[in-house]
């Protein structure tokens, strides 16, 4: 990977970058098509990475699909696939972890303590190997963003961050390789999440400025299916990730839901202003 990027870099040629855990969708193609518009090379990685999965979690199980993958990465116009295996990124006596503080507490993080300590060192990892010039991430994991963007101001990197709008499918349930995990039923009464997001942007705008009462109104939404079993609905400060009070500047509404075994994440950012 190395070599190729550095022989990019001699062609003065600019290299946009998607990390992914592979299990492609139309989420992570959105992010190639906007990265092939920006840049000369669009670099994709395919690594399901072990160390942002707690014990218990579904790292065994996560879908994996290598030959479709590469399929439908060449059919949307990838450059270069980076599927680096576990042993070369993790070799045996690896010692060394980036952790951003405070930004991982709340959200995911409180629920999965050791996620994002993953996210940031296998991200970091990869921004070393790949040296982009652009780095596209997508808006449905808001958190992942935010504290990615906060490594890469802090540990100097010289990437910019573009993120891309959350690809939904037509009833509105995000599009996630974790997906797959729903059973018919499951499937049918998902698009609540959404659907319980966009009741409390209407509240909002109607005057709501209570969190309170808006966390009810998810709530009360996504209850209606006996199936899902909430993790957390917070309201949050946008650019701090902290819980707010009240409703008077941009905030980030996020939700992580069980339907089953699978645990679907959303959000919406609503500029209360
Ligand atoms: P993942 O393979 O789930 O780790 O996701 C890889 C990248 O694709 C991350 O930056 C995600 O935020 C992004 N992504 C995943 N699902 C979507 C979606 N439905 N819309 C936009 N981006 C997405």
Same mark, same amino acid.
């Given at each position: 990977m190395r070599k190729e990027t550095d022989k990019l870099r001699s062609q003065k040629k600019s290299i946009g970058f998607v990390p992914t855990m592979g299990c492609l969708h139309e989420g992570h193609f959105s992010l190639v098509r906007r990265s092939k518009q920006e840049n000369d090379v669009t670099v994709l990685s395919i690594f399901v990475n072990p160390t942002q999965f707690g014990l218990g979690e579904d790292f065994a199980k996560y879908p994996r699909d290598k030959k479709n993958d590469v399929l439908l990465a060449i059919k949307n116009g990838v450059d270069i696939i980076f599927y680096p295996s576990v042993k070369k990124m993790y070799p045996e006596r690896y010692l060394t972890y980036i952790t951003v503080e405070? $930004?991982?507490?709340? $959200?995911?993080g409180a629920r999965r303590p050791t996620h994002f300590r993953g996210v940031t060192t296998i991200v970091g990892k990869l921004l070393n190997i790949i040296s982009p010039q652009r780095m596209y991430l997508g808006q449905k994991d808001a958190q992942q963003v935010a504290i990615l963007k906060q490594m890469i101001y802090d540990l100097h990197i010289p990437v910019k961050v573009l993120v891309g709008a959350t690809i939904r499918e037509t009833d509105g349930l995000a599009l996630s390789s974790?997906?797959?995990? $729903?059973s018919p039923q499951e499937r049918v009464d998902s698009p609540l999440v959404f659907q319980a997001l966009c009741m409390a942007k209407e509240a909002i705008r109607r005057g709501q400025r209570k969190p309170t009462v808006i966390q009810e109104i998810i709530k009360t939404h996504i209850k209606k299916s006996k199936l899902a079993r909430i993790d957390y609905v917070e309201c949050v400060?946008?650019? @701090?990730l902290l819980p707010v009070? +009240?409703? +008077?500047? @941009?905030?980030l509404i996020a939700v992580a839901v069980f339907f089953g075994k699978a645990r679907l994440i959303d959000n919406i950012v609503i500029d209360a202003k």
């Open positions: 405070k $930004l991982s507490d709340g $959200l995911c974790r997906n797959k995990y $729903l400060d946008a650019t @701090t009070k +009240h409703i +008077h500047q @941009t905030v």
